[in-house]
């Protein structure tokens, strides 16, 4: 089993930043696709960026440019890098992780198999 712990979210100004972490246990998820996913209130959890293997990333339309996703194998962890943060961006984001690598292309939050608990992102304007 792995066990995902998102971590970083908060309070921020329109126009700001904020890095976004999850860490990763019980299995080195190395060789896993990881990718992060967000809710607003009311509305269908979104896919937001995924990664593999350090360099293969996708991200949704609305975030490029503004989001950079990565990740630190030493430390089983990937970030969530969000610049020029807007209003809408406000969410509840959770990070997921798969052992196959072809579900970065997946923006389903179910066909991943592990799956955060979420940490709140709030951007005021």
């Known amino acids: 089993q792995v066990q995902l712990a998102e971590s970083g979210g908060g309070l921020v100004q329109a126009g700001g930043s904020l890095r976004l972490s999850c860490t990763a246990s019980?299995?080195?998820?190395?060789?896993?696709?990881m990718g992060w996913f967000r809710q607003a209130t009311g509305k269908e959890r979104e896919f937001v960026a995924s990664?593999?293997?350090?360099?293969?990333?996708n991200y949704a339309d609305s975030v490029k440019g503004r989001f950079t996703i990565s990740s630190d194998k030493a430390k089983n962890t990937m970030y969530l890098q969000m610049n020029n943060l807007k209003p809408e961006d406000t969410a509840v984001y959770y990070c997921?992780?798969?052992?196959?690598?072809?579900?970065?292309?997946?923006?389903?939050?179910?066909?991943?198999?592990?799956r955060g608990q979420g940490t709140q992102v709030t951007v005021s304007s």
């Open positions: 997921a992780a798969d052992p196959n690598p072809s579900t970065i292309r997946n923006s389903q939050w179910f066909a991943w198999d592990y």
């Open positions: 019980g299995r080195n998820t190395n060789w896993y696709a």
């Open positions: 990664i593999w293997n350090l360099s293969s990333t």
